[in-house]
């Protein structure tokens, strides 16, 4: 694992290196480095050999690096993080950061992965999390108010990630309801809250986060909505580094200003974002299965459906919530 890190940021500027050159760099045998290159294919990276010359990566990569990230990180923030980790590969941010967190992590603290092996989304589906190309990561955040203070937090963070989105040049952004983030109607983005400590004391939050950037060839087929990645919405190269470092800035200022002021100040600029107000949407609950009109959402950040002339509120926990095509 050590090795395919370091091999893969020998190959990331997209030159040939060759495997007697990777091998002497790292102390192995050239076939050890062979192993290694098989290994990265078979995680969907597009590295070719080429006899006499070595291996190159068909497009250069800019590997996340914890270094570049806190110094792109404006000063105010800064002495918000407490650590910044990057991970090659990690079943899921959230699950290492929940775990870190029981152990005493403190609040501040990132994790990024470089792909995820169960990155999940909501209600146990599943986040594709390929190498290399997009952005997981998860922010342990610690609430002594206690949990009562939280609801509509994932709201202030959507907002947080759309400004971040804008800031990086990138209009049209979206927020669908509770927490996904969208652009044109398609899926860009996503934030998975999990809490965790007491009900009546203090808790804390992992606020897991992941963003398209650059999907890897194919992988998107997996996906079972329509889905986008930044670049392409962007229509040029997108700096991972510096994007990590704007989305965990906007995203700090946004927890901090919801953590004095609630979700009210949040609430102009989500409606402003809203991708279903107006829509005729499908809302399915382990209970109900209806579909009714999105007329946005209430100062707690509930969901609001209107429906033969009732407007109904519903809290986020178990709900989906598509738009009717
Ligand atoms: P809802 O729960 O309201 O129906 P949703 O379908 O977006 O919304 P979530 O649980 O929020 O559900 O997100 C998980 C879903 O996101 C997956 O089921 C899949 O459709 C989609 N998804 C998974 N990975 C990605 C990705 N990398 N980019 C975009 N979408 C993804
Ligand atoms: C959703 O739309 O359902 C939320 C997706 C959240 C995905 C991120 S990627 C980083 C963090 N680790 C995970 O396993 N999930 C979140």
Known sequence: MKFRREILQALSGGSFRSGKELGDSLGISRSAVWKHVKALRQ???????????????????????????????????????????????????????????RGGAL???ICFAERQTAGRGRRGRVWISPLGGNLYFSILWRFPEGPQSL???????????????????????????????????????????EMFGESAGPCGVVIGIGVNVRMPGGVGTAIGQPWVDLETAIGRAVSRNK?????????????REFQLGGLGRFLAEWRDLDALAGKQVRLVTPSESLVGTAVGVDANGALLLRKGGQVRRYYSGDVSLRLVS
């Open 107 to 109: 609040s501040g603290h």
């Open 151 to 193: 609801g509509g937090l994932g709201l202030a963070v959507g907002v947080g990630i759309a400004r971040a989105l804008q800031k990086s040049g990138l209009g049209d952004v979206e927020l669908k309801w509770p927490n996904d983030i969208y652009w044109r109607g398609m899926k860009l983005g996503g934030v998975l809250l």
């Open 43 to 101: 995680l969907g990276l597009d590295v070719y050999a080429v006899r006499g010359k070595g291996y190159r990566l068909s497009l250069p990569l800019e590997l996340l690096d914890h270094q570049v990230i806190f110094s792109a990180i404006p000063v105010a923030t800064r002495s918000l993080v407490s650590a910044i980790e990057v991970q090659l590969e990690l079943e899921s941010t959230s699950e290492y950061l929940v775990r870190k967190a």
């Open 243 to 255: 994007l990590a470092a704007i989305v965990t800035h906007e995203v700090f200022s946004a927890v």
